[in-house]
């Protein structure tokens, strides 16, 4: 395995490496910087927790040199947390080159955004809406991009930005480089990467094994009235240390929360309508240690450096599969036991087949022994044994 100084980074950029502490390159890192330094588009399809950023981010920065005032980098990202995320990897890594960032995301003023970008940036970290307003204000002028990133696309195309992103692209000039990175690569990745990007090369370092294979998980079949109850008592009994429950729409999300609280332990909730300061409390705190339990919606399934999260609940059944994919992603990582729990009640079957058919296999039912179902649940489906769920060995 080479170290980061074998792969053409200047030392600038080597120095800041050092300094955090990395020595060797990623798979993606390894094979996607040396394509990035030589100008050529990428795309790159890598799962969350690959060291992505830090794949484009790195050779970025190299290409781009000491700072210059003006934006030559854009990278484009579904979420605001997402946003603030990349920005740190950007001024770690660009520390010894002066290099200057511009974080631009809605739900905040626009004081500091527009400072930021009047005082001279090199890089601009943006969702889509915000960067939009700001080009409409004339604040911001794209004519100087030199590199332009899409950074989680199929996310971003899931949360209906494919127009805003094919606008934004067309603001920036025709003689640029192109990276697409995504988790997953799909017939809709390929139609925005044939007029995106020019003979781009594709870097992917998906291992084949999805967090579905490496997470024990199981579906647990209750009355939709019961799936608070059954919540509950899962909590109860999984000797979790944290553990992320996520719900299809933000409303559960702020009922499951305050049920949660009402029985007595604190919890952090993060979806699309709490304000951007309760949004990073919240995530802060949850990284923190300080809320073991992290109530949110899709926009945490994935992008954001969250460890240790030992259990993730699934209040719903998701509504696309890849997203069950990413959800119980969130647990079991770098090589850490994880448990993930699916609530299924039978109005959601369509959307628990969908996900069976892109795993290639049923998902295990099981009945949480000792608690007072309605009606007895169905074990049937897939064949799958009756157990409760297993206490985690510490």
Known sequence: MPNFSEIGLPEPVLRSLAEAGYVNPTPIQEKAIPVILSGRDLIGAAQTGTGKTAAFALPALARLGPAAGKPRCLVLVPTRELAVQVDENFQKYGKYLG?????????????NQTKALQDGVDVVIATPGRLLDLHEQRILDLQSIQIT??????????????EDVSRIIRLCPKERQTLLFSATVDERIGKIANWALRDPITVDVRTGKTAAETVDHAIFPVDVFQKYDLL????????YKSVIVFTRTKRDADRIAEWIEGHGTPVATLHADRSQSERTQALQGFKQGKYSILVATDI????LDISGVT?????????????????????GRAATEGEAFTLFSPDELHHLQQIE?????????????????????NLTLGGAKTSAPRKRNR
Do not use: W
Request: aromatic residues 10%; glycine residues 12%.
């Open 232 to 239: 509950l008592e899962l909590l109860r009994r999984s000797d």
């Open 149 to 162: 990133i899409l950074d989680e696309v199929d996310r971003m195309l899931d949360m209906g930005f494919i």
């Open 311 to 331: 259990h993730v609940i699934n209040y719903n059944v998701p509504e696309h599969p890849e997203d069950y994919v990413h959800r119980i992603g969130r647990t």
């Open 99 to 111: 290099t200057k960032t511009a974080l631009l995301y809605g739900g905040v003023g626009y004081g």
């Open 357 to 377: 058919q892109l795993l290639g296999r049923p998902i295990e039912r099981r009945k949480c022994e000792g608690f007072r179902y309605f009606s007895e649940p």
């Open 300 to 303: 945490a399934s994935r992008g």
